[in-house]
């Protein structure tokens, strides 16, 4: 007996002594992030911080962590975790080829013919080209009543509340539409050729929709550096093409009215299969029609897009899709906000306080969100052992893809952290999970405001990062 208690009393001693032991490293890392915060962030600005283990199941550190801030695009993070579990991880975006006609012995369509777009980030010139040859397949050479492109499933405004109108022409902000080709964006090469010739410029895809003024020259330094882009400002899709072509150079531009580019390509894949038309226009397709053709891609990979390249157009297809499920035709931005409110609320219980969501990417500067409310989701996303493993390897691997290539690259951080990125002038923002030395797991999320110059920001995240890797528990 006596040596038994001997053995419960070192037991004791060393059990308090590991206690302790952790109780002092967990205050060693907490000044080391506080030193972090003093002592590199940028003068004139701020950060807020929350780390939370979630092996034990314990705050770890918390700064500012329930002011409102800028989740930039971050705010991907929010839009995929609610998608998933609202749309499942099986929802599937569809552009469908449609009718109630019949298909006659002399090849002739009888009845219309309808494109019905699908909101469809994913949607491939090479697709849409295919659904062409599929009706050439089906025996089509004529459509004898009206080819009619289908928009009916999201309302007429094509950008978020709070977007910056002066980001146009760049490819990041598209006009959204239901039928959106080539993400909305028109990919423009220029070549020079002969001294003081024009050079050749090519558009991709190529098309007869979209015209080139072409007034550079080639090997003419005196007229500076080549322009390339269109009218922004009469909202024209002329692409405008300007200066000295010393070498190739390439710039992807927005479309104005996707959903026209899209439908002028498809009419011109018909052609190119011999399927001849008398009438287009716009029209909703009647609920009950067959399908001749049909594209689909699933929400995984679309939410893989979003997250690892921080892609704009996939994170907002999935925010519009969610404003459908209470609102199947003419669904906008609205719509999907009061959703993802709703559905937050009854789900999740959250409560509106912590967050002011008006898009899926990120792009508008009215989103606002907490980095309590952060990791309070991605607490409940890693609780979900059906729908964690999806998200967690769509997000960007520390030193290795997505955004997350070039950072955290170190021998202690690389392939340690998943985490989404996040820049918008005056915002920089990190979230995500990390694994410590110790095998804990950890989510965490930095959120830096005032940051017009994002390197420092970037810098006191990714410091912050290694030390919580650097967790031996």
């Known amino acids: 007996m006596k040596t038994i208690r001997i053995l419960s009393i070192a037991f004791v001693i060393t059990f308090l002594s590991q206690l302790s032991l952790s109780a002092a490293g967990l205050e060693e890392v907490c000044k080391k992030i506080d030193q972090i915060i003093c002592e590199q962030l940028p003068a004139g600005t701020d950060v807020a911080v929350m780390v939370y283990d979630l092996t034990d199941d314990t705050t770890l550190y918390a700064y500012r962590e329930n002011i409102m801030c800028r989740p930039a695009s971050v705010q991907k993070v929010i839009t995929s975790i609610v998608a998933l579990h609202s749309l499942g991880a099986d929802y599937t975006f569809?552009?469908?080829l449609r009718t109630q006609g019949q298909i006659g012995p002399d090849s002739i369509l009888d009845g219309d013919l309808y494109l019905v777009g699908g909101i469809d980030p994913a949607l491939s010139e090479h697709e849409l080209r295919q659904m062409a040859a599929d009706?050439?397949?089906a025996g089509v050479k004529q459509?004898?009543?009206?080819?009619?492109?289908?928009?009916?499933?999201?309302?007429?405004?094509?950008?978020?509340?709070?977007?910056?109108?002066?980001?146009?022409?760049?490819?990041?902000?598209?006009?959204?539409?239901?039928?959106?080709?080539?993400?909305?964006?028109i990919g423009v090469e220029v070549r020079p050729t002969v001294k003081g010739k024009a050079p050749d410029v090519s558009l991709y895809p190529a098309n007869r929709f979209i015209k080139v003024e072409n007034r550079a020259l080639t090997d003419m330094p005196s007229l500076g550096g080549l322009v390339i882009t269109r009218d922004w400002v009469n909202n024209d899709n002329t692409i405008l093409v300007s200066g000295n072509s010393r070498r190739r150079e390439a710039k992807d531009l927005s479309i104005v009215g996707s959903a026209e580019f899209t439908f002028a390509l498809f009419r011109q894949y018909l052609e190119d299969e011999g399927i001849g038309y008398d009438k287009y226009g716009w029209g909703r397709c009647p609920t009950i029609s067959i399908s001749l053709s049909q594209v689909s891609h699933s929400i995984v990979p679309i939410m893989k897009e979003a997250l690892k390249e921080s892609n704009n157009l996939f994170a907002e297809a999935m925010f519009l899709q969610m404003g459908r499920l209470t609102k199947p035709l003419q669904a906008g931005f609205g719509d999907a906000s009061k959703f993802m409110d709703n559905f937050m609320a009854r789900k999740f219980g959250f409560s509106s306080h912590q967050y002011n969501i008006v898009d899926g990417s990120g792009l508008s500067?009215?989103?606002?969100?907490?980095?309590?409310?952060?990791?309070?989701l991605l607490k409940l996303m890693y609780d979900n052992e059906n729908l964690f493993p999806h998200f967690y390897n769509s997000l960007p691997i520390s030193g290795m893809d997505g955004t997350l290539k070039t950072r955290l690259n170190?021998?202690?951080?690389?392939?340690?952290?998943?985490?989404?990125?996040?820049?918008?002038?005056?915002?920089?923002?990190?979230?995500?999970?990390?694994?410590?030395?110790?095998?804990h797991d950890i989510a965490f999320c930095i959120m830096n405001e005032g940051a017009i110059k994002t390197a420092p920001s970037k810098k006191v995240q990714d410091d912050i990062c290694a030390v919580l890797c650097g967790l031996t528990h």
């Open 94 to 96: 569809e552009t469908s």
């Open 365 to 376: 500067t009215y989103n606002y969100i907490t980095p309590s409310f952060m990791i309070d």
């Open 135 to 137: 009706l050439k397949k």
């Open 143 to 185: 459509i004898k009543g009206t080819l009619y492109a289908d928009i009916s499933q999201m309302d007429s405004v094509y950008w978020g509340t709070g977007w910056c109108w002066d980001d146009s022409p760049a490819s990041f902000q598209p006009y959204i539409s239901p039928l959106m080709v080539h993400q909305g964006f």
């Open 410 to 439: 170190t021998k202690s951080t690389i392939n340690r952290v998943r985490a989404k990125t996040g820049s918008l002038t005056g915002s920089c923002t990190l979230a995500g999970y990390l694994k410590t030395a110790g095998g």
